[in-house]
């Protein structure tokens, strides 16, 4: 594996969430770790394929790794996430980005291509859990 391009905190004004980034060029990448209550540590494997190809950005969600954790138990939704997800693209200067979500990340991701389709080129969901359907359905 190689360093990141960027390791550190990054601050959303109302957050702060670990984040590493690898690759020079071509197109970016967002990837949203399972869980919720892991990190996303072990994904970084799969950067030594994608980092020649794109710009990957790992973060951890909120609660998780690195990153805060909020005071109250209500904020640690989904909906939190997906917000964080777009305040860090903006803090990033990323406009678009490919999604890719991983289980539980895959819902989030879901959720958040649907707020902000503008954001989103492709969408990639890998190991989504079956409740996808429930989370759909909420996206109206």
Known sequence: MSKPTFEGL????????????????????IVIHGGPDWDH??????????EKISKLTFFDIRGCGRSDCPELIADLTKDAIVEDIASLMKNLNISQ???????????VAIKFSGKYPYFVQSLIDA????????DYLFLT
């Open 41 to 50: 540590s072990y994904l970084l494997p799969i950067t030594q394929y994608l």
């Open 127 to 134: 190991g989504v859990t079956l409740l996808l359907l429930q």
């Open 97 to 107: 980005a490919i999604i890719l979500g991983l289980s539980f990340g895959g819902r």
């Open 10 to 29: 990054v601050d959303l004004n109302h957050i702060q969430l670990f984040v590493r980034q690898f690759g020079q060029s071509g197109p970016d990448i």
